[in-house]
């Protein structure tokens, strides 16, 4: 079964939680850009929200992408070696507001 999500803020959401049963096995993600005018810029990563206890503390990032730029009315499909430890990890997505201060308007579709 699909999950849909909207974005229409600039910040990071939580697409999918850890320790869901169903949350490592993804066959494919479509990230549409809604926007009228402008590209939306995002970052897709699984964090695993570990804190150490070295001088790096902190949440550990893995990044499929990073600071991809998504052009109006485009979408951006990620369908190989999507699969993770849904008991380790979250799945999220980072959208910024453009520098004209729009702000994002994407759909997240994960299959």
Known sequence: MARYKNITTGTTTTLISKHLKSSGTISGIVISNNDGHQADNVCLFLEDEAVSTSTNAGNTKFYFFKDV?????ASLMIDQNLSFDGSKFHLRIVTQNAADG???NLTVTIK
Do not use: M
């Open 69 to 73: 730029d998504i052009p109006y009315g």
């Open 102 to 104: 729009g702000t994002p």
